[in-house]
């Protein structure tokens, strides 16, 4: 990434989370961290850049293919009621712990989770912190 878009990506990540720090909302992002980024300490901004995640299309192709094998598969082998378990054989297919967890926040949000897994979205939830039902 070019020096000067990577000085602006961490002077517009620092505003925003300044701003959640104001209203309370940061979920614990150190003062010392929003100050290094508005500032833009490059070591700092790296940081962050690799913290932010990243799911590539291939990532998204490789586990929505999942899902769908896996919906299939469902009507013959009956409902997977834990995530745990749901989460394991995302691992065993190769999908990190990360991706199946974005993945799944998103299509929480989005309302496009299948019907049989309606028993696990409260544990899913509580295993995304930053997912909040109240704003679906």
């Not at 929480?108 to 989770?113: A, E, I, K, M, Q």
């Amino acid at each position: 990434m070019q020096k000067e878009l990577k000085q602006m990506f961490g002077k517009i990540l620092g505003e925003i989370y300044r701003t959640q720090a104001m209203m309370d909302l940061n979920d614990g992002v150190p003062m010392a961290t929003i100050h290094g980024l508005l500032s833009g300490m490059e070591n700092v901004i790296d940081e962050q850049l690799e913290h932010t995640g990243w799911v590539s299309a291939e990532e998204v192709k490789t586990i929505t293919k999942f899902f769908a094998e896996l919906d299939k598969n469902l009507a013959t082998s009956g409902p997977i009621t834990k995530v745990a378990d749901l989460e394991a054989m995302a691992l065993a297919a190769g999908i990190s712990h990360d991706c199946f967890y974005k993945f799944i926040t998103y299509h929480l949000y989005n309302h496009t989770l299948p019907e049989s897994w309606s028993k696990m979205t409260g544990e899913i939830a509580e295993k995304r912190p930053n997912y909040r039902p109240e704003e679906n």
